[in-house]
């Protein structure tokens, strides 16, 4: 298939994803740019001006658990002041329809979910809501025990002695998300995998697909036959498996693609 760009590429685009019974959406920073969450690679990246080993690893964390949760406090509130963009809605939308669709997400700000229950209304939100393979930033869980609830509400990290305790064992609490160095959840990850499996296309959004093992997703379904459709205004390491590349910012491209597609089959 060749890659071609603009209105060519997007109806073939739509030709695949409306042949498909099934689809797997892989998600990344770029799908909430629009929203005002930062990226991570990007000349803006998170990554450029703060270091992963500093901030984002377990060491981290023992080492200066007030300064990594000053870190997460402040992505969080950014993220308390961000709403979902019509990328996020369209996906929603598309995922509520009557295809088999699975949207298996690497961020943690929580919006696909924000999106999905706003576009369901009254409805059903769970066939939108996401697999969510790094976790949440708007959910704490406990150092020591089992506990884990969502948590939006301001954390004071002034001081150590401030920092959220565990109201059941009284260990510090930390994000619910996956830090370097640390395992994925494998049942996650398993029916991420199993999605993308049973999947005839895959569709990814705003990723640089360049940490593992969420960019193997889209690789299962290619694997199997397959195909990626690649939504992202700059070419990434995935762009060469892509039967399709639309150049563009999600928030524009997705509704664009996804709504009106034809019922699954027709
Ligand atoms: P990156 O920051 O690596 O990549 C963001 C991608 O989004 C880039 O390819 C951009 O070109 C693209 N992009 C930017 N604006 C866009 C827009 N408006 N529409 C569509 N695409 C856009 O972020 P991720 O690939 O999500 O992990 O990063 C993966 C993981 O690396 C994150 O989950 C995080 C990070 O380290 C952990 O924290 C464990």
Same mark, same amino acid.
């Given at each position: 298939m060749t890659k071609d760009n603009g209105a060519q590429a997007l109806e073939k685009a739509r030709g695949l994803l409306a042949s498909a019974d099934a689809v797997c959406v892989l998600s990344g920073a770029g799908v909430s740019a629009e929203s005002g969450v930062p990226t991570f690679r =990007?000349?803006? =990246?998170?990554w450029q001006s703060h270091s992963p080993g500093d901030l984002a690893t377990p060491q981290a964390f023992r080492r200066d658990s007030r300064l990594v949760w000053e870190w997460y406090e402040w992505r969080r509130g950014k993220i308390r002041g961000c709403r979902p963009n019509p990328g996020h809605e369209a996906l929603a939308r598309f995922a509520l329809g009557t295809r088999t669709v699975r949207i298996v997400t690497q961020n943690v700000d929580g919006l696909h979910e924000e999106a999905a229950r706003r576009v369901a209304g009254s409805g059903d939100p769970s066939p939108a809501l996401p697999l969510e393979l790094h976790g949440s930033i708007v959910r704490v869980r406990c150092t020591r025990c089992s506990y884990k609830v969502p948590h939006r509400n301001p954390i004071s990290t002034a001081t150590p002695e401030n920092l959220p305790s565990c109201p059941v064992c009284s260990a510090l609490l930390r994000p619910d998300v996956v830090w370097f160095g640390e395992s994925l959840d494998p049942a996650v990850l398993a029916e991420a995998f199993q999605a993308a499996q049973r999947s005839q296309v895959c569709l990814v959004v705003g990723t640089s697909a360049l940490v593992q093992p969420a960019a193997s997703v889209p690789l299962v379904t290619h694997e199997g036959g397959g195909y990626i459709i690649e939504v992202n205004p700059t070419p990434t390491s995935l762009s060469r498996l892509a039967s399709l590349s639309l150049r563009g910012a999600s928030g524009q491209v997705l509704p664009a693609l996804l709504d009106g597609l034809a019922t699954a089959g027709t």
């Amino acid at each position: 298939m060749t890659k071609d760009n603009g209105a060519q590429a997007l109806e073939k685009a739509r030709g695949l994803l409306a042949s498909a019974d099934a689809v797997c959406v892989l998600s990344g920073a770029g799908v909430s740019a629009e929203s005002g969450v930062p990226t991570f690679r =990007g000349e803006d =990246g998170l990554w450029q001006s703060h270091s992963p080993g500093d901030l984002a690893t377990p060491q981290a964390f023992r080492r200066d658990s007030r300064l990594v949760w000053e870190w997460y406090e402040w992505r969080r509130g950014k993220i308390r002041g961000c709403r979902p963009n019509p990328g996020h809605e369209a996906l929603a939308r598309f995922a509520l329809g009557t295809r088999t669709v699975r949207i298996v997400t690497q961020n943690v700000d929580g919006l696909h979910e924000e999106a999905a229950r706003r576009v369901a209304g009254s409805g059903d939100p769970s066939p939108a809501l996401p697999l969510e393979l790094h976790g949440s930033i708007v959910r704490v869980r406990c150092t020591r025990c089992s506990y884990k609830v969502p948590h939006r509400n301001p954390i004071s990290t002034a001081t150590p002695e401030n920092l959220p305790s565990c109201p059941v064992c009284s260990a510090l609490l930390r994000p619910d998300v996956v830090w370097f160095g640390e395992s994925l959840d494998p049942a996650v990850l398993a029916e991420a995998f199993q999605a993308a499996q049973r999947s005839q296309v895959c569709l990814v959004v705003g990723t640089s697909a360049l940490v593992q093992p969420a960019a193997s997703v889209p690789l299962v379904t290619h694997e199997g036959g397959g195909y990626i459709i690649e939504v992202n205004p700059t070419p990434t390491s995935l762009s060469r498996l892509a039967s399709l590349s639309l150049r563009g910012a999600s928030g524009q491209v997705l509704p664009a693609l996804l709504d009106g597609l034809a019922t699954a089959g027709t």
